[in-house]
């Protein structure tokens, strides 16, 4: 059973998303199933730390990113909006640069009427976890703007 809400592209949230900061990552919603959205993110010079690998904050905006996204699909978009409002991540492998794409994958630990936890796993192109992220959004009575 799907847990999306109405029509969600995920050429559209790319095309939204363009000129803002995710955009600027090239981050990119590239999969959905009936219960995960993934994302994902080139590991460039752009995304890391002067030391060559991936900076922990560029994960931390995948990580909220995909989120994010999950959490404004998974309600009425005519009524809701969702807001992070809360998250945390385990750095727990490093990504170098030029290693190619780390995904992003969220799934929801809690779908409930005024907030949401997401958990987000970000691997390597290996399949090996390079971070594990936890995001609790609010879901705010008003209109998304997504």
Request: hydrophobic share 45%.
């Amino acid at each position: 059973m799907s847990i999306w809400f109405g029509e969600f592209t995920i050429a559209s949230a790319n095309k939204k998303s363009a000129n803002c900061l995710v955009g600027g990552l090239d981050i990119e919603l590239c999969e959905k199933g009936d219960d995960f959205l993934v994302a994902r993110m080139p590991v460039t010079e752009k995304v890391c730390q002067p030391a060559g690998v991936l900076h922990g904050g560029a994960s931390v905006v995948l990580a909220e990113t995909v989120g994010t996204w999950a959490a404004t699909m998974a309600v009425d978009r005519d009524k809701f909006h969702c807001v992070g409002i809360e998250i945390n991540a385990n750095h727990v492998r490093p990504a170098a640069d030029g290693s190619g794409f780390v995904f992003a994958t969220a799934r929801p630990a809690h779908l409930g009427r005024t907030t949401q936890v997401w958990e987000i796993e970000i691997k390597n192109e290996a399949g090996k976890t390079v971070c594990i992220s936890r995001m609790t959004v609010a879901v705010l009575a008003i209109p998304s703007q997504y």
